[in-house]
């Protein structure tokens, strides 16, 4: 089964249920440049990167990351050069950010109204000029 993340609190007994052997979950946005995807079929795995990928090979393919956030509000949370902070503990929560290239997989289009798409854009996340 393919579809939108499912709570791990409900995936054995959604799987005994229907029957469903494996089930391979994503989460995204229609105007976003990246997502999560559980393809292991692994209960709260969506978002995992085995550790046997190197972290150079994901950042090169891959440019996402997790960053430190407001719980409450969703803002981003800067450090005192203005910049954002990864989330570096297991399980913790924060904003998922996909760098902003000039190519087909990482660019970001936005909207009609540019006015909107720049509100969608986080600048300075990492070094002064990124644009996630």
Not at 26 to 52: M, Q, W
Not at 58 to 75: D, F, I, M, Q, R
Not at 87 to 111: E, M, P, Q, W
Request: glycine share 12%.
């Amino acid at each position: 089964m393919y579809g939108n993340g499912l709570k791990p609190s409900i995936w054995p007994a959604f799987q005994r249920r229907f029957g469903i052997k494996q089930i391979i979950e994503f989460y995204g946005a229609t105007e976003s440049n990246s997502l999560l995807i559980n393809i292991l079929g692994k209960e709260g795995a969506c978002g995992f990167f085995p550790r046997t990928v190197p972290l150079w090979f994901l950042k090169l393919l891959y440019p996402v990351a997790l960053v430190k956030a407001n719980e409450v509000t969703g803002e981003v949370i800067r450090n005192e050069k203005g910049l954002c902070d990864l989330v570096r503990t297991s399980g913790g929560s924060g904003l998922f950010v996909g760098k902003i290239r000039n190519d087909a997989i990482h660019r970001f289009d936005g909207y009609v109204n540019q006015a909107e798409s720049s509100k969608k854009v986080l600048k300075d996340v990492f070094k002064k000029g990124d644009a996630f």
